[in-house]
């Protein structure tokens, strides 16, 4: 069975939900500057086998960088 449109568009709406959401605890965590979350976001982590975070939410795995921020802010091991 094929996802129909609307199921499409859910997907798109929360993944657009938790993208913001991650922006916005990254500006936190990193000062409040939206340049520093860039920074973060497209500079290699060697938590992430040396590539970028930004990489990962391209390829749609968004939760690969929400674990990784949440890890850092809450001080838990990766």
């Known amino acids: 069975m094929n996802p129909s449109p609307t199921t ?40 992430l086998e040396n590539r970028t975070p930004q990489s990962f939410i391209n390829e749609g795995k968004i939760e690969v960088v929400e674990y990784l921020a949440w890890a850092m802010e809450t001080g838990q091991p990766w």
């Not at 709406?13 to 939206?34: C, M, N, P, V, W």
């Open 8 to 47: 499409d568009l859910l997907k798109s709406a929360d993944y657009t939900t938790r993208h913001k959401q991650l922006i916005e605890q990254l500006r936190s965590f990193l000062g409040g500057s939206i340049e520093n979350v860039n920074i973060w976001l497209n500079s290699p982590h060697p938590y």
